[in-house]
């Protein structure tokens, strides 16, 4: 969500909204300025719309060893809205914009796995409501959302329960749906387990009745493609989605898929993941992302398909098949497959390391640190068995004087 709907203090967004409170008050038509009495109205949108989109604030980056940070996630989102206080003819015609242009981030995850602050249910649902209080006589299609984005690991979004308590928010109306499964999102992604979902929440998902597009997107390392793939295709065979007016989001089975790749940190949370670097990449991991695309059933479907869906069992859960994990794992996966950055840093290893080699340096480093305090212990006990046998001599010194 844009810091303009955060309430922040520095953006000052009650005095934003509630500055026009009624459109029925006097005010200048402002056909003496060139933007309103030279510009078509199709070129002041284009101009509003730019003024008032939300950008990354890059003043305040995430960290850059976070499972978080991502493209167009580096940095939190805000929006400029001087523009709305420059005369009430601009605020008339665009007061919205903040609003429904804003991509909307919600967070279905662990603490350790979003930002320090990210936007709640709850505080969206004020900010609906306020919406709705403020401009009544606005039509709802005027105040949708173009964008939601939802980033979810899997044992939260599997059971349904929270993807609902979001989609219902009174008067939260988007357009466009993106549900993310990030590389950490996927269940046992530590171990190399191979990738499965179960499906509860695609059966129990409503979706409003303004939802046009939603995306479903699946994410691993490059290393795990084939897997991605085969989770994304049968996704895209199997699955459809509902709407809160029975209609149903399905995908086209004959259009392809879109995919991305980037670049990211292996580290987070305190760790370096090794076992999936390339030794000529150190401190980097490639990620693959493949996005599903779901959209009203008449829109990609004939009657032959229509019925073929129906004779389908609803979104059955998927599940990598052994071959395909086979060509993807590697083996011991779970062995060493991320070490800790302090310790890394004490034994002498830094970012631009290659994996093999941090991994051979922290081994020697440990297996020095343990030698080590193998002989500390020795000089201990060899140091307390002195200190005994010593005192054993006094004692019977003491006690053969007369």
Same mark, same amino acid.
């Given at each position: 969500m844009s810091t303009f709907l955060r309430r922040q203090p520095e953006v000052h967004e009650d005095v934003d909204l509630r500055r026009v409170e009624s459109f029925e008050l006097p005010y200048d038509d402002q056909y003496s300025s060139p933007l309103f009495s030279v510009l078509p109205g199709e070129i002041r949108d284009l101009i509003y719309r730019y003024a008032l989109s939300d950008y990354e604030d890059m003043t305040r980056?995430?960290?850059?060893?976070?499972?978080?940070?991502?493209?167009? &996630?580096?940095?939190?989102?805000?929006?400029?809205? @001087?523009?709305?206080?420059?005369?009430?003819?601009? &605020?008339?015609?665009?007061?919205?914009?903040?609003?429904?242009?804003?991509?909307?981030?919600?967070?279905?995850?662990?603490?350790?796995?979003?930002?320090?602050?990210?936007?709640?249910?709850?505080?969206?649902?004020?900010?609906?409501?306020?919406?709705?209080?403020?401009?009544?006589?606005?039509?709802?299609?005027s105040k949708e959302v173009e964008n939601v984005q939802i980033f979810a690991q899997l044992y939260i979004l599997e059971p349904g329960h929270q993807l609902n308590r979001l989609l219902q928010i009174p008067h939260f109306t988007p357009r466009t749906i993106t549900i993310t499964l990030r590389h950490t999102d996927i269940w046992y992604w530590e171990n190399d387990h191979p990738i499965y979902t179960d499906t509860p929440w695609v059966r129990l998902a409503r979706f409003p009745a303004s939802v046009s597009t939603l995306r479903i997107q699946f994410e691993s390392i490059e290393r795990r493609k084939p897997q991605v793939d085969y989770v994304s295709s049968q996704a895209r065979e199997d699955w459809f989605f509902q709407r809160t007016d029975d209609v149903h989001l399905v995908a086209n089975a004959g259009c392809p898929s879109e995919e991305l790749r980037w670049t990211g940190s292996s580290s987070w949370e305190g760790r370096r993941w090794i076992r999936d670097e390339d030794d000529r990449e150190p401190s980097v991991l490639h990620y693959y992302l493949v996005t599903v695309t779901f959209?009203?059933?008449?829109?990609?479907?004939?009657?032959?398909?229509?019925?073929?869906?129906?004779?389908?069992?609803?979104?059955?859960?998927?599940?990598?098949?052994?071959?395909? @994990?086979?060509?993807?794992?590697?083996?011991?996966?779970?062995?060493?497959?991320?070490?800790?950055?302090?310790?890394?840093?004490?034994?002498?290893?830094?970012?631009?390391?290659?994996?093999?080699?941090?991994?051979?340096?922290?081994?020697?480093?440990?297996?020095t640190q343990e030698a080590r305090r193998r002989e500390i212990n020795a000089e201990r006990r060899h140091a307390a068995q002195m200190l005994a046998a010593q005192r054993r001599q006094q004692q019977q010194a003491g006690g053969q004087q007369p």
């Open positions: 980056a995430y960290d850059h060893e976070t499972c978080y940070r991502r493209p167009e &996630y580096m940095a939190p989102r805000k929006t400029d809205t @001087a523009l709305l206080r420059t005369c009430q003819a601009i &605020y008339t015609n665009c007061w919205f914009m903040p609003w429904t242009q804003a991509q909307h981030t919600f967070f279905l995850a662990a603490g350790s796995r979003k930002p320090t602050r990210t936007t709640e249910p709850h505080q969206m649902a004020r900010m609906s409501q306020l919406i709705e209080n403020l401009h009544p006589e606005a039509s709802p299609r959209k009203p059933a008449s829109l990609v479907e004939d009657a032959a398909g229509y019925q073929a869906r129906k004779n389908k069992t609803i979104a059955p859960k998927i599940v990598v098949p052994a071959d395909v @994990a086979a060509k993807t794992q590697i083996p011991g996966g779970g062995a060493n497959a991320s070490l800790q950055l302090t310790l890394l840093e004490k034994a002498g290893v830094t970012s631009d390391t290659p994996a093999s080699d941090a991994l051979t340096i922290y081994q020697e480093w440990v297996m």
